[in-house]
């Protein structure tokens, strides 16, 4: 059997995807407020204190701070990835499945995910290596003032090269990524699709899936921005800083904003979402790799 992907419509695309968030809008609430949960809880009892109570003029590490960093990662970046796999679960098959009662597959599903983001990142450390290299390249052949730049202070046009080559690099990934997001989306739901058959099914929509997935996180990612600077205006909570007039309202702003801040992960699994279906994903067997040569 073969699965020919037809051309994804954009607007169809951004319009599935918002109409899936707006949907499933409670259940969005509740899986934001879980991914926010543990990370408010270290704060509240101390946990984190040792990690942001170092500042540039911190002669050394606080006690304690190899554990309270830990605790760091493990609540934000390590949880992030079951509550990724939920936010799939629940735009790939609906809020019946969302929860079961057996936890160990979730478990897992995110090691299965975490493993297979490492060749992610091993992209990502190449190419930041590779843009690294030629700003060095540069740099040396140069003898424009503008690149004589010094250890603790970049030149001008070393500076721009650095933005540049960021952007290149953000942009490389998010294009890998978007190929390889069907063989992600399978590991959510307990389906096995390789990279290779991903790439395969995604290779005639690439620019399409690129542009449908900066033009639905743009205006996401604005309210995001404008809910900090508000924060920061009204209430004087700097997120980014990690300031505030009482170190425990930023938890609570976090806890309380979660669903706002989370809109933009949530955007992304729901245009996986669409991605998915439209490519055929939800009926195609790894069986059929061969057929799609």
């Not at 890998?176 to 290779?203: C, E, N, V, Y």
Request: net charge neutral.
């Amino acid at each position: 059997m073969t699965i020919e992907c037809t051309e994804l419509c954009i607007v169809s695309s951004l319009r599935q995807a918002y109409g899936c968030l707006w949907h499933y809008k409670l259940q969005h609430i509740m899986i934001s407020l879980a991914a926010a949960l543990p990370f408010c809880l270290a704060g509240f009892f101390g946990a984190l204190d040792p990690v942001f109570s170092v500042s540039s003029v911190t002669e050394q590490m606080p006690e304690g701070f190899n554990l309270s960093f830990g605790i760091l990662i493990m609540t934000t970046f390590i949880w992030s990835i079951p509550v990724t796999i939920l936010w799939h679960r629940l735009y790939l098959l609906g809020p019946e499945h969302l929860i079961r009662k057996k936890i160990w597959p979730l478990i897992t599903r995110s090691f299965y995910v975490i493993s297979h983001s490492l060749v992610l990142f091993g992209m990502g450390l190449v190419a930041s290596m590779g843009i690294t290299w030629g700003v060095l390249y540069l740099r040396v052949i140069s003898e424009s003032e503008d690149m004589a730049g010094t250890i603790t202070e970049m030149g001008q046009m070393e500076y721009a090269l650095y933005i540049f080559g960021i952007f290149i690099v953000l942009t490389f990934l998010l294009i890998i990524a978007l190929r390889f997001s069907m063989a992600f989306s399978s590991l959510t739901i307990g389906k096995s699709l390789r990279f290779t058959t991903s790439w395969k099914m995604t290779r005639k929509n690439t620019f399409r899936m690129l542009v449908a997935t900066l033009l639905g996180c743009m205006p996401l990612i604005g309210v995001v921005v404008a809910t900090l600077w508000a924060a920061n205006y009204y209430y004087q909570i700097d997120l980014l800083a990690g300031t505030a007039p009482d170190p425990e309202m930023i938890y609570i702003f976090v806890l309380l904003a979660s669903p706002v801040l989370a809109l933009p992960v949530a955007i992304l699994c729901s245009l996986a979402s669409t991605f998915y279906r439209h490519c055929g994903c939800a009926e195609f067997q790894e069986g059929m790799t061969e057929d799609m040569k």
